[in-house]
């Protein structure tokens, strides 16, 4: 994550004001049969990796008070809504939500926004990946 927020500051001339955390996964499986491999790998890629990101980002967005520097974190339903068959999906989602709301409280004074988009379900291969059907 260091090197990601490093390449990406270098490329915009030191000058960044907006952080998108849109990658995810999904690794489905229901409570009782999932294993804590797939709890970690929900978590990692969907909690853990967006908070990294976050934290190496923001001295740069400091630095941008009067650009409005922002943070858009991209969740999803399954971290309002529970679901079948996605427990530590779902959970990792909830996370994100929380880490959001939470980092907006603690930057707002430093004039950055952090929200979260939470999309619906959409039949993409994320879905299909993660073994469910197109209905």
């Known amino acids: 994550c260091q090197r990601?927020?490093?390449?990406?500051?270098?490329a915009?001339?030191?000058?960044?004001?907006t952080v998108v955390n849109a990658a995810?996964?999904?690794?489905g499986g229901a409570m009782g049969e999932v294993d804590l491999d797939n709890y970690q790998f929900n978590m990692k890629l969907n909690t853990q990796a967006p908070f990294e990101i976050m934290m190496e980002a923001i001295p740069h967005l400091k630095k941008e008070k009067n650009l409005g520097p922002s943070f858009v974190n991209v969740s999803s339903v399954n971290g309002k809504?529970?679901?079948?068959?996605?427990?530590?999906?779902?959970?990792?989602?909830?996370?994100?939500?929380?880490?959001?709301?939470?980092?907006?409280i603690d930057l707002a004074p430093f004039g950055i926004r952090v929200n979260a988009v939470n999309p619906g379900v959409i039949s993409t291969n994320l879905h299909h990946t993660a073994g469910m059907s197109a209905e």
Do not use: I, P
């Open 4 to 10: 990601v927020v490093a390449e990406a500051v270098n």
């Open 12 to 17: 915009l001339d030191g000058c960044l004001t």
């Open 24 to 27: 995810g996964a999904l690794r």
């Open 81 to 104: 809504q529970s679901f079948a068959s996605c427990a530590s999906y779902c959970m990792s989602k909830a996370a994100l939500d929380q880490l959001t709301r939470c980092a907006s």
